[in-house]
């Protein structure tokens, strides 16, 4: 018999000996600067300037403001008075909540995508706020860290699972689920200890809650998780009845969809092919198998240049055949050569397995509006093979 880890976890909570998520040295460098009563811009760009990544984030932020502002500016420090003092601290916990996937572990592969499902749920707060005319700073942060008791939970699951030599894998679903038992209490321990500001500690403790918060970013909170659901099932927000979105004025609906569709690139703009993992004796590890009923086959080229074919096995799923390696969870855009012209979409790698022949992914697409005409484009190729299957 494997071990009770649900049990093992409440001991370890208990004795509050869990897994807090350590800042990494550019988030901690960044909010000591910015906890001193004054500090200039020379000290917050001389935080950063050692990590690449970091860089990179303050000055697509500086960037736009700038471009908004019509103010051009040269250098490091001249690009952090364009930032505010609230997204450098969304920065400083970015910078923290992305580290958690680059550190290895047993469960690494189920981080990631607890991660990267984090950073879409921020990205869309971020959208929702804007179309209700609210801050969007704050909900940035609260779709951000309001799951962040997942990742605590896995990696304290993690020190279990080293401890249990003889435990066999268990599938990655299996570890989210247990994750998600615990994720609420350990997010509000880590809230105390990170002192998050209030309103993102009434996030985390109540967006499973609908009448237990009286903050808007719960509300916000709990509509992104209906949306990211809709995505992991295959539909488009635009294709689904969801309440806040139909409350919205026709034109702001509207604008909100286009908008959410931007969502997978920023998501993939932040792992780029950081998102790699080797295999776990923890995790059982999926793997794509060549669907029995050959689907519709087109030629395909991933970003990045990487080109092959792609067999659709269902409307939601595709079968990628490349000969260059893509990691597991890794967000990509995907151009099918449809016989009426190019086809693009989102995808994210769910599984992979390798021949003879090259590398076979198992990627599946991910509806974001405005999406609904890929969708449905999708949806009438699956059945338009059935359709010739059955008259042959």
């Known amino acids: 018999m494997g071990r009770d880890f649900s049990a093992a976890l409440r001991d370890r909570i208990t004795r509050q000996a869990v897994h807090l998520l350590p800042e990494p040295e550019t988030a901690a460098k960044l ?4 906890d ?3 500090h200039s811009a ?3 760009a001389h935080a950063l300037r050692g990590d690449p990544m970091a860089v990179a984030a303050l000055l697509r932020l500086a960037s736009s403001t700038a471009r908004a502002r019509g103010a051009p500016f040269t250098g490091l420090a001249r690009a952090v008075p364009h930032v505010g003092e609230e997204q450098l601290e969304r920065l400083a916990l970015a910078l923290t909540i992305g580290a958690s996937p680059a550190v290895s572990g047993p469960l690494l592969s189920v981080r990631q995508r607890v991660a990267q499902d984090a950073l879409a749920s921020a990205y869309i707060c971020e959208r929702l706020a804007i179309a209700r005319d609210l801050e969007p700073e704050p909900h ?3 779709g951000l860290l309001h799951d962040v008791g997942a990742l605590v939970a896995l990696g304290t699951l993690e020190l279990l699972f080293a401890q249990a030599r003889d435990q066999l894998p268990r599938p990655a679903g ?5 994750a ?3 994720h609420v209490e350990l997010g509000t321990l880590l809230a105390a200890q990170w002192d998050l500001p209030a309103h993102v500690r009434q996030v985390i403790e109540h967006h499973h809650d609908p009448d237990g918060s009286p903050e808007e970013g719960t ?8 949306l990211l659901a809709l995505m992991h099932f295959g539909l488009a927000p635009s294709e689904a009845r969801v309440p806040w979105l139909d409350h919205l004025a026709p034109a702001a609906r509207e604008s909100l969809l286009v908008a959410l569709g931007e969502v997978p690139a920023l998501v993939a703009a932040s792992d780029g092919e950081a998102f790699a993992s080797s295999p776990s004796r923890a995790v059982v590890p999926p793997r794509s198998t060549p669907s029995g009923v050959v689907g519709p086959c087109f030629a395909a080229t991933l970003s990045g240049g990487r080109a092959g074919s792609a067999e659709l096995c269902s409307p939601r799923t595709l079968l990628l055949r490349l000969r260059a390696p893509v990691p597991e969870n890794h967000f ?3 151009e099918l050569s449809l016989p009426e012209g190019p086809l693009t979409l989102w995808v994210r790698v769910s599984a992979c397995t390798s021949y003879k022949v090259g590398d076979a992914f198992e990627v599946t697409v991910l509806p974001f509006a405005p999406t609904k005409a890929i969708t449905q484009r999708l949806r009438e190729l699956w059945l338009e093979e059935r359709h010739e299957e059955r008259a042959a």
């Open 174 to 178: 299996a570890w989210l689920a247990l």
């Open 140 to 142: 940035f942060l609260a």
């Open 31 to 34: 909010r000591r600067v910015l």
């Open 219 to 226: 509300a916000l909170v709990q509509t992104a998780d209906v």
């Open 180 to 182: 998600q038992v615990f």
């Open 42 to 44: 020379r000290e917050v």
């Open 332 to 334: 990509a855009e995907l």
């Open 36 to 38: 001193a009563p004054e």
